[in-house]
């Protein structure tokens, strides 16, 4: 577990800890203007939509992956980091907890340098792949401009090893271009899902109401188990936000 409890006055001390330490913080006891001028603090508010919307509500609306978004749905199991067909990844994501699940829900954190060493041992040729480029679908774009950004999925930016995935964008991102995936692309993208979701790698957490989580977007890579919501839906919010 490298989760740190730091307290939500020390600003420094989170930054440096989502920067040079474990990637991950967790505040208790925060109030959402509490958690909005942390987020001022830390960087850049980025527009998450095609609407322009900086601060996203993360609550089941029925979406399924397939034609709509993660966040407006209760699907669980898809671990990424956020943005990931962007050509800047945002830096951090928050998340800030209003209405937690009755059932399910919980966070699931884990670590980039964890996965590329795991891979490096069992599969070196498989994460050789992972450093070319992949299509990842856009999923919203203006009209006129290309449905899909060419990246790789590891990478090195200022010596500093970096991580963009979410499975289903890369697989409907080659459907759009037309471009099968070769054999040893999938044969990556599975071994490269296999160790995401090692047990012994992940890092499971429940935010509870009131409470903030920070992490490092291009390190740490998260995702969640489904849920299921009584009669007040499971409710948090989202910022992006670039270093500035």
């Given at each position: 577990?490298?989760?740190?409890?730091?307290?939500?006055?020390?600003?420094?001390?989170?930054?440096?800890?989502?920067?040079?330490?474990?990637?991950?913080?967790?505040?208790?006891?925060?109030?959402?203007?509490?958690?909005?001028?942390?987020?001022?603090?830390?960087?850049?508010?980025?527009?998450?939509?095609?609407?322009?919307?900086?601060?996203?509500?993360?609550?089941?609306?029925?979406?399924?992956?397939?034609?709509?978004?993660?966040?407006?749905?209760?699907?669980?199991?898809?671990?990424?980091?956020?943005?990931?067909?962007?050509?800047?990844?945002?830096n951090?994501?928050?998340?800030y907890?209003?209405?937690?699940?009755?059932?399910?829900?919980?966070?699931?954190?884990?670590?980039?340098?964890?996965?590329?060493?795991?891979?490096?041992?069992?599969?070196?040729?498989?994460?050789?792949?992972?450093?070319?480029?992949f299509?990842?679908?856009k999923?919203?774009?203006?009209?006129?401009?290309?449905?899909?950004i060419?990246?790789?999925?590891?990478?090195?930016?200022?010596?500093?090893?970096?991580?963009?995935?979410?499975?289903?964008?890369?697989?409907?991102?080659?459907?759009?271009?037309?471009?099968?995936?070769?054999?040893?692309?999938?044969?990556?993208?599975?071994?490269?899902?296999?160790?995401i979701?090692?047990?012994?790698?992940?890092?499971?957490?429940?935010?509870?109401?009131?409470?903030?989580?920070?992490?490092?977007?291009?390190?740490?890579?998260h995702?969640?188990?489904?849920?299921?919501?009584?009669?007040?839906k499971?409710?948090?919010?989202?910022?992006?936000?670039?270093?500035?």
């Open positions: 577990n490298y989760i740190v409890n730091i307290n939500k006055n020390k600003k420094e001390d989170i930054k440096f800890e989502l920067d040079n330490g474990s990637g991950v913080v967790l505040i208790d006891n925060i109030t959402e203007e509490e958690f909005i001028n942390i987020s001022k603090y830390l960087g850049k508010f980025q527009t998450q939509n095609i609407q322009g919307d900086k601060i996203v509500t993360i609550k089941d609306i029925g979406s399924k992956l397939s034609s709509g978004r993660y966040h407006q749905s209760n699907v669980g199991g898809s671990y990424h980091t956020d943005c990931p067909q962007w050509d800047k990844v945002v951090y994501l928050g998340m907890c209003v209405i937690p699940a009755e059932n399910g829900g919980d966070s699931k954190l884990v670590n980039v340098k964890d996965v590329y060493d795991k891979m490096e041992k069992d599969s070196p040729k498989l994460l050789k792949v992972l450093f070319d480029k299509y990842f679908d999923r919203e774009y203006i009209e006129g401009e290309s449905k899909t060419l990246k790789s999925i590891f990478s090195y930016i200022d010596d500093k090893l970096c991580f963009r995935y979410l499975r289903e964008y890369v697989i409907s991102g080659h459907e759009i271009e037309n471009k099968l995936l070769s054999k040893i692309q999938k044969l990556a993208l599975s071994k490269l899902d296999d160790i979701h090692d047990e012994n790698l992940v890092t499971s957490m429940k935010l509870k109401k009131n409470q903030a989580l920070f992490v490092d977007n291009q390190r740490i890579i995702g969640r188990d489904s849920f299921i919501d009584s009669k007040i499971r409710e948090l919010r989202r910022v992006w936000l670039c270093k500035q």
